[in-house]
């Protein structure tokens, strides 16, 4: 599933609109990476968007 087990940011909902107004559904996907992270002292892979990895929510196992 494409969510951000941090934040839960996942997919977005919307439509395209063209020139002359017609819309046609379109998703937007969050930027979900795969990562080792430290939680209570043992290593887990969770996802975790972009955002939440540049920001330093979670932390990396090495």
């Known amino acids: 599933m494409a969510k ?3 934040c839960g940011k996942g997919v977005t909902f919307g439509n395209n609109v063209s ?3 017609r819309k046609t ?3 937007w ?3 979900i990476r795969k990562v080792n992270v430290v ?3 043992t290593n887990k892979k969770v996802a975790v968007c ?3 990895l540049r920001s330093g929510k979670v ?3 090495v």
Request: proline letters at 0%; charged letters at 25%.
């Open 4 to 6: 951000c087990s941090v």
């Open 19 to 21: 020139h002359s107004n």
């Open 25 to 27: 559904s379109r998703t």
């Open 29 to 31: 996907k969050a930027n």
């Open 39 to 41: 939680e209570n002292g």
């Open 50 to 52: 972009a955002r939440c």
């Open 59 to 61: 932390n990396r196992a």
